[in-house]
């Protein structure tokens, strides 16, 4: 079974910075793609940034040079450090591992980042 618990979300100032992590209790870490997502009521969920299990990374346009994803193998745990923040950044964010033999994903339970201006 593929469980994601994710953590770090919260309020804070315009500005601020907040690190978020997803910690995966299974056997597939190494075995996938890690990313974060996030999403606002009436809105599709969009892609903030992905890496590699041989650490490659992917950035939307908004985030980047802002948000920063990374991965320890050794702790099964993805982050999102967010440096930079700005409203348009308040969302629900969730994490997302994607099997490589057969894409299929798996979502945590999102956690809300709300940015204050």
């Known amino acids: 079974q593929v469980q994601l618990v994710e953590s770090g979300g919260g309020l804070v100032q315009a500005g601020k910075s907040l690190r978020l992590s997803c910690t995966h209790s299974?056997?597939?870490?190494?075995?996938?793609?890690m990313g974060w997502y996030r999403q606002v009521p009436g809105k599709q969920r969009e892609m903030v940034a992905t890496?590699?299990?041989?650490?490659?990374?992917d950035y939307a346009d908004s985030v980047t040079g802002r948000f920063t994803i990374s991965r320890d193998s050794a702790k099964n745990t993805v982050y999102l450090q967010m440096n930079s923040l700005k409203p348009e950044d308040t969302a629900v964010y969730y994490c997302?591992?994607?099997?490589?033999?057969?894409?299929?994903?798996?979502w945590g339970q999102g956690t809300q980042v709300t940015v204050s201006s």
């Open positions: 997302m591992l994607r099997r490589y033999f057969d894409n299929y994903d798996y």
């Open positions: 299974g056997s597939i870490f190494r075995l996938s793609l």
């Open positions: 890496v590699t299990t041989g650490g490659d990374t």
